[in-house]
């Protein structure tokens, strides 16, 4: 492929993420996106069927955004929100806690999912910190991915995930599997008798654990943890950054769909539409008012520099026009719909464990760990960008993607599959 001179020369700088510099393939030179399309460098265009890590769901360039930021960017593209106040940011603030069920009012910004969940971690610590508990430990779950951050890695999968290697250089984790039935949720009960005292909080990927491999649940866990989260009186994160704000079609959040109130939830990802980094910790008013007194200490001392960043925020607004205008939780149940019947023929491959859909979540689970490279490659052939990981192959695209695009990401996923026996 001829490469841009621009890709040549800074190739040897570059560091990219996830990648083994010595021997990944290279990247691919992305010179303009449009709806759904990457243009390549020698011109071809792809389907992008991860919209950018799950974060573009109303399609690239979406006109209303850009118009939004276009317009912010001319009033004010930023301010410190230590001490000042923007329309955005408040106007945003105000618009997420409306959305969000029950009482989860009091919104705290930053700047990526990473940091969200930082945050919600620190908030549910130092809330019994206030009250003269020192509690700072978490029960996460095998297969949960929640960040690359130092805090976050300590509440992802240990063992399994992309962080094992830091495993015992982390916050001292409390994990288990997924509570997925009366008989697991009595063990977990136990699990949390002897941890009494020093558990914060329980952290969880609501319905699907992303990273940790698409890895489904029912409402039942998270019901299940709401009830023990309860009855051990700790406090209960959602972390909807992957499949909050429409991408599982049934409603804006898991929370929703499973009936579940948790006490903090985070949101990053398709907040802007993937325009821009923005991430919100929201948490109910309990957890706040945990915060109020006359002692400055015991104030939430946090604070990104570029936290409700006016043009992030603007971009945020615009995209929660665009999931009130328009059918984005249609859109996504219809690719869901379509996924199944696409995916169904890769249950009868050699190497194939699993085929499943939820939402606009498409997923092929293979035997073993996935030849990405060889996936990858057999997808691009077929003009569809998707990037395996350990035993999946999967697809989570824009939400506005048609329906001749859904059979042209199916059939490169079945298809490349196929190409391996
Ligand atoms: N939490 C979940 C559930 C995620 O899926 C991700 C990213 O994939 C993160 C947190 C981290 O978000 P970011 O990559 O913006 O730091």
């Known amino acids: 492929m001829k490469r841009p001179d621009w890709y040549t020369s800074g190739q040897g700088h570059i560091w990219l993420p996830y990648t083994q510099m010595r021997t990944a393939r290279p990247a691919l030179p992305v010179v303009a996106a449009s709806g759904t399309r990457l243009t390549l460098a020698d011109g071809r265009e792809l389907v992008d069927g991860i919209s ?5 769901v109303h399609g690239y360039r979406h006109p209303h955004i850009e118009e939004a930021l276009r317009g912010q960017l001319e009033v004010l593209p930023h301010v410190m929100l230590g001490g000042l106040a923007h329309e955005q940011a408040y106007v945003l603030a105000e618009r997420l806690a409306k959305l969000l069920p029950g009482n989860l009012n009091h919104v705290f910004f930053s700047d990526s999912g990473s940091v969200a969940v930082e945050v919600a971690m620190k908030m549910a610590a130092q809330f019994w910190l206030n009250q003269g508990q020192r509690r700072v430990k978490f029960l996460c779950f095998r297969g949960g991915y929640h960040g690359d951050t130092f805090a976050t890695m300590s509440v992802c999968d240990p063992d399994e995930g992309m962080h094992s290697l830091f495993k015992g250089a982390l916050l001292e984790q409390v994990v288990v599997d997924l509570p997925r039935n009366a008989a697991d949720e009595a063990a977990l009960g136990e699990v949390l008798d002897r941890h009494r005292g020093d558990l914060a909080g329980i952290i969880v990927e609501p319905l699907v654990q992303g990273a940790g491999g698409m890895v489904f649940h029912d409402p039942f866990t998270l019901q299940a943890l709401r009830r023990l989260a309860d009855a051990h009186d ?93 059918p984005r939780l249609e859109q996504a149940r219809a690719i869901g719909k379509q996924l199944e019947t696409l995916l169904a023929p890769a249950r009868y491959l050699p190497g194939v464990r699993d085929v499943r859909v939820r939402g606009a979540i498409g997923v092929i689970q293979l035997d073993g760990p996935a030849p990405a490279d060889r996936l990858s490659a057999a997808c691009i052939k077929r003009g569809v960008w998707l990037r395996p990981f350990r035993d999946v192959l999967y697809t989570t695209p824009p939400l506005v993607t048609g329906e001749d695009e859904i059979v042209r ?13």
């Open 409 to 421: 990401i199916g059939n490169a996923m079945v298809d490349a599959v196929r190409e391996l026996s």
């Open 52 to 56: 950018s890590w799950w974060s573009t």
């Open 234 to 326: 700790l406090l209960l994160i959602f972390d909807e950054i992957f499949v909050g704000l429409g991408r599982l079609g049934e409603a804006m959040f898991a929370c929703e769909i499973a009936d579940v109130q948790p006490d903090i939830v985070t949101l990053s990802k398709a907040l802007t539409g993937g325009t821009l980094p923005l991430a919100a910790t929201i948490a109910s008013a309990r957890i706040y008012d945990g915060f109020l007194s006359d002692d400055p200490m015991s104030a939430l001392m946090h604070g990104p520099t570029y936290m409700g960043n006016a043009m992030g925020c603007a971009a945020a607004n615009a995209s929660l026009d665009l999931f009130e205008r328009e």
